[in-house]
């Protein structure tokens, strides 16, 4: 390996570029194959970077709020609990009431879902980059 290799990998080190550190020789090669130029080559590590970055957030996120179990609403059986507004609770899932500074409260018998709905709405909100809600809206889970 060249100098300028080891210099590049440390400079792409230092400055937390993970992911481009990873992939660049190998996207370079690439690139080359494709005739591509800097600037999509540059793009596409850019691009790769804020992808890594964006997952290695939500998943922190996710980790930090400490979750009993992952659960989306996408996992929801809405059919099997008739008496679950659906369409209320996908609005909810639009985070609109953490805007709003409003408190989401979910009320019945053991078994209807409340804590999968609370903890699908914690998820969205990692999803959004939201903080403060995730930590604080699920401590009763």
Do not use: W
């Amino acid at each position: 390996m060249t100098d300028n290799y080891q210099t590049l990998k440390k400079h792409l080190t230092d400055l937390s570029l993970k992911k481009v550190a990873a992939i660049f020789e190998e996207e370079a090669t690439k690139a080359a194959k494709a005739g591509l130029s800097y600037t999509d080559y540059l793009k596409k590590l850019i691009e790769e970077e804020v992808v890594n970055k964006t997952d290695r957030s939500i998943n922190a996120k996710i980790a930090k709020a400490r979750f009993p179990q992952l659960k989306t609403l996408e996992m929801f059986e809405f059919s099997f609990q008739p008496s679950v507004d659906e369409k209320y609770i996908r609005e909810l899932a639009h985070l609109g009431f953490l805007e709003k500074a409003e408190n989401v409260v979910f009320l019945g018998p053991p078994g209807v879902g409340k804590t999968h709905l609370a903890i699908a709405l914690g998820i969205k909100a990692c999803f959004a980059k939201k903080k403060g809600f995730v930590y604080d809206c699920l401590r009763a889970c």
